[in-house]
């Protein structure tokens, strides 16, 4: 499958800690996004980098999450000293090109902070 | 104030039945996606619009864009179809803004 994927699919961790997730985009996809989405909503903007370029970040990424795309290819989000309000699933998605082209999603990794 | 707004939130119809999922936003687009979410997370895009109709099976999406607003039209439902519709639109820049989604639920 060449699908977008993420990992882990799950995660349950103590508040404080910290958790880092992964995304594998489709290959060649230049445009990948975090968005981030809670029970009984749609999903919310976070991030997106065009290749390996962080192009812009939402209010919502407080300096406790940091993501990276370092060469380009796969991308990590990172959330420092959770907070039990970071509960929620992490999508990411991918596209070749921004605009009019059709955007991927991956599975999603559910994060629940005890 | 979400600037997208779906309805119905919730609907539940009988196989076979016609079903129309509305989308309203509030300026000016670039592009409606068309999402399909399943219990346990995952998203697939359906349509992705900018202007008239598409057609993909049982599936018709059109839009309106002096109206500013999308509808998802479901032919001869069925039970697979039952799952959480989600409206997304592109105001130009890159990041996509969602709907709350609705939830469908198709009763054999």
């Known amino acids: 499958d060449t699908g977008v994927s993420q990992d882990p699919r799950h995660k349950i961790t103590k508040r404080g800690q910290n958790v880092t997730f992964r995304c594998d985009p489709i290959?060649?996809?230049?445009?990948l996004y975090w968005y981030r989405q809670t029970l009984g909503q749609g999903p919310e903007f976070l991030t997106y980098?065009?290749?390996?370029?962080?192009?812009?970040k939402s209010r919502l990424l407080s300096d406790r999450f940091s993501a990276e795309r370092p060469k380009g290819s796969f991308s990590t989000l990172e959330i420092q000293r959770t907070e039990q309000g970071d509960s929620a699933m992490y999508l990411c998605?991918?596209?070749?090109?921004?605009?009019?082209?059709?955007?991927?999603f991956g599975e999603g990794s559910w994060l629940t902070v005890v | 104030k979400n600037e997208v707004e779906q309805s119905p939130q919730n609907l539940t119809a009988q196989e076979g039945e016609f079903i129309t999922i509305n989308c309203s936003y509030s300026?000016?687009?670039?592009?409606l996606h068309w999402l399909q979410q399943h219990p346990g997370g995952g998203i697939v895009s359906l349509f992705m619009?900018?202007?008239g109709k598409k057609k993909h099976g049982r599936l018709i999406a059109t839009i309106n864009i002096q109206e500013k607003h999308s509808s998802l039209h479901i032919t001869a439902s069925h039970p697979r179809d039952s799952a959480v519709y989600i409206c997304?639109?592109?105001?130009?820049?890159?990041?996509?803004?969602f709907g709350t989604g609705t939830r469908l639920t198709i009763i054999p």
């Open positions: 998605a991918s596209s070749l090109g921004g605009g009019e082209n059709t955007i991927y």
């Open positions: 290959s060649e996809h230049n445009r």
């Open positions: 980098f065009q290749n390996e370029a962080q192009l812009e």
């Open positions: 300026v000016g687009i670039s592009a």
């Open positions: 619009l900018s202007s």
């Open positions: 997304a639109v592109r105001y130009g820049n890159e990041k996509l803004t």
